[in-house]
């Protein structure tokens, strides 16, 4: 069973976390050829894939300039709409 993900809790601890706009690391575990579907998340941005060991995963970690907390959540809601994606 799925966790509600508290969304007001999450932004208060983002923006206790410093200044915006910031860096913020975005980590995702994806099924192999769903790393497509997280960059299309940031079109603007290099994004670093590396591979699982056994080849049925890919992590990715992108790093943008986000503007705001509620810019952060934003796209958490739009990745998790792809199919087996994990946060991290």
């Not at 200044?19 to 994004?47: D, S, T």
Request: net charge positive; glycine share 6%; proline share 5%.
């Amino acid at each position: 069973m799925k966790k509600d993900f508290n969304t007001a809790s999450f932004k208060e601890k983002l923006e206790a976390s410093g200044q915006f706009p910031m860096l913020y690391m975005f980590k995702f575990i994806v099924p192999n050829g769903k790393e497509q579907e997280v960059a299309a998340l940031f079109p603007k941005n290099e994004i670093a894939i590396k591979a699982s060991s056994g080849g049925k995963y890919v992590s990715t970690t992108i790093k943008p300039l986000m503007d705001s907390a509620d810019q952060i959540i934003a796209i958490y809601e739009r990745a998790s709409k792809i199919e087996g994606l994990l946060s991290l």
